[in-house]
Every structure is written in C-alpha cells, then in structure tokens.
C-alpha cells in the first residue's frame, strides 16, 4: 500500500517519492487534464489534488480513464457520508472510473475539494488496475460529502497515461492535479 | 521524467509528559501539501483529537464526517465550529494502557493564498471503538504557517502520544 503513513514509517522516504509532474487550471478553465509521462521506475502512482469546477450545479463527479480508453472496461464503489446520511453506490461497467466528487459553482468560489488517489501496481502487466481515492469537501453547510472510492480497469496493460475530467462543466482556476511516483 | 524525490519529514514530536497541545509552527511555504501523522492518546476518556490552524480560535472551521463504530455506517456534519477533527466521535479516543489512536491528515495545496484550506483524514481508533474519515474546511485564504494539535475539553496529549508533518512538493 501506498498510504502516506506506511510510507513514512517505512524509512527511505526521500528516495522512494517523486513528483512526476503538476497541471495547476489557469483563469481559463479546463476541460480535462491529462498526465502522459509515468516517470520511469516507479511501482504505485499517487496523485494529490484539489479541485473545483465550472458547473453551474452542487458537484461534479471527477471522472478517471487510463492510455485514452473509453471503452466500458471501467467500475468503480463508493461509500460516503454526506453528513446526514452514509450510502453506498456501485457504477454499472461504465467508461469510467469516478475518483471525486468536486463542488461547483453552487457554492462559494474558494470552496475545493482535496483528493489522494492512490494506483496501484500501476504497471504489472498480469493485473487488472485498482486504485482507491479518499476525496472531500465541506460548504459549512448541508451539502458537503467525504467519499471513500475504490475504481477498476479492467486491462492488464500497463498505465501509460492518465486523464481526469469533470462530468459537467470544465475544471476551475485554480484547481491543481499533480502526480507522484513510489517505488517498491 | 520524475522531478525528484520528495516527501520530506519537517518536524517531529514525541509527548514525555501529558501536556495540553503542540504546535507545529513557522512552517514554510515551500512545500505543494501537508501530511500530518499521529498516533495519540488522550488524558481523559470520551475526547477527540483536534486541530487548528495559525492559532485561528475562532469558529470559520466546518466538517463532514463518515463513520463506523461497529454496528452502524453514519455520517454527520458541524458547521461554524472552531475545530477540526482528525479521530474520534462516536468513541472517544484510549486513555489508558498501550493502546493509541493513529490519523493521517492530508492538507492540499496548504500555502496558497487563493482558496480556502480543505483537509481530508483517516482515522483509526479501534482500540477507543470507532473508524472515521472526515473532511475539514477552514474558510480562510491565508497561507497555513502553523498547526496545533490538541484535544477536547480537559484532556491532554497523553505520553507516548507522536506527532510528525511531512511537507510533499510538487513538480
């Protein structure tokens, strides 16, 4: 696992982390984003964010596609807390695999989601891709959520690229996505 | 190509005698995001472990929270509070013995000075009886340049109790 903690008390820390690369949304907005360098040597891929959206709506669900595969080779679980409620939800074999759920224009304009999503044995050639997300965001108000995700592909190939697009609208100024590797 | 490695540990603290709170202070803006790990036990039974940011008492913080506490998955949420939480709610956190209470905290983007601080955490206190993940919001668009961590109403930060912040950068 790649969990930061596990990292940290694993010693060797400098060493087995690296930043690969960072796409921070400029003024103009985004519609998607897409990491087409993995780095060279790395066993897990983890890629931290925070994230808004130009939606005219509550939430925009983030949406995760490897090697530009838009095929329904994807699934993806959630179970999350909306502060009133804790639900459960499993996609259909879709063209996806949701890995947050950001907030939009519904709500104050400095109010970002922060998401860790961590993929896994990201380039073993015998194994489908799973990767696990912990993502949130609070308004002060009803309407904030904290999710706990967990997304397959199914394709044993291995990542070659990434790209993450909102399900509505484009991405927001100043949203930031960057991609770390981890070796084994 | 990989710009280097990272995930530097900043500062670390051990408790030796129970005390009331720690502050991580004067952290650099050089870094992209925070994590901060602890592994904690409390003075006193049924607390939480807190935290607050640039010694902000005020109440512009708010959060959501996911829960299990071994017969129920829930949720719950506090507006305009003056807290964050990192572990414990239904349960209160260990008091007593060998057992702690750990929370990874994971403060993106923490020193822009664009949009307000959200911060996502595990935490794991089986031993006190509950598992959470929470989403903290602080609305202020300050650059965070210090964190206290601290308990609940008259509980300190237990001996034992270890506290470390990491600061990631990105490429």
Redesign the interface.
Known sequence: MI???V???SGG??????????YTIGSGGSSSITFS?M??G?THLQI???QRTTAATTVATGQMIFNADGGSNYRFHL????????TAYASPQTTYMGVSNAPGTTY?A???????VDILDAFNTNKYKTVKT?????????G???D?MSGVWMNTNAISSITLTPSTGNWAQ?S?F?L??VKA | ?????????IASFTVSTAQASYTFSSISGIY??L?L?ASVQLSASGQSFLYQYNGDNNTNY???????NGT??????R??INYQLAAGWDAGLPSSGSSYA?A?I????YS?T???K???C?GSNAAGGDVT?????W?N?VAINSITCYSGASANLAAGTTL?L?G????
């Open positions: 969990l930061p903690g990292i940290a008390s820390v400098a060493s087995s982390y690296e930043s690969i690369a960072t360098s780095g060279t790395f931290r964010s925070i179970l999350y807390g909306t502060g009133a409620t804790a104050n400095s109010m970002f989601c922060a998401v860790v912990l993502n949130g965001y609070d308004v002060n108000a009803s904030g959520e904290l706990l100043y930031s960057a770390y590797g | 190509m990989a710009a280097g490695a990272t995930y530097t540990p992209t995001d994590v790990i708010s959060l959501t929270i996911l829960k299990g129920s998955a829930t949720s719950d949420r507006s305009s750990t990874i994971n403060i993106n983007n822009n664009t949009t307000y959200t911060s996502i595990r993940s929470t989403v903290c919001l609305r668009t470390a990491y990631i950068t990105a490429a």
